[in-house]
Nanobody
């Protein structure tokens, strides 16, 4: 049974923007760190960005720094990934994941996460 639901993926031209959302109605997201991962066919799942449960600390993989912004709205039980200046290399399936209290030392390790969404496809093409 899915615990997180992603939305907001789609087709965008290079240089365009998308905002992904990650929501749950099954538990309170407040106490969970939230991360966005992406996975291309035949490749390992890559941690893209992370936001802490409490103080709003964020991390980004180098390839998206300055272009992507992670945020959360605990009142809406939702986290977001704003993606600007999208490039063809960003095109793949994006997943959100939640880790109770969160460990920023291991934020890029998929095995650390308690809940996952089903993924949303991002396509970047002219």
């Amino acid at each position: 049974q899915l615990q997180l639901v992603e939305s907001g993926g789609g087709l965008v031209q290079p240089g365009g923007s998308l905002t992904l959302s990650c929501a749950t109605s099954q538990f309170t997201l407040d106490y969970y760190a939230v991360a966005w991962f992406r996975q291309a066919p035949g490749k390992e799942r890559e941690g893209v960005s992370w936001i802490s449960a409490g103080d709003g600390r964020t991390y980004y993989v180098d390839s998206v720094k300055g272009r992507f912004t992670i945020s959360r709205d605990n009142a809406k039980n939702t986290a977001y990934l704003k993606m600007n200046n999208l490039k063809p290399k960003d095109a793949t399936v994006y997943f959100c994941a939640a880790d109770l209290f969160g460990d920023d030392n291991a934020w890029q390790s998929p095995s650390d996460y308690d809940y996952w969404g089903q993924g949303t496809q991002v396509t970047v093409s002219s």
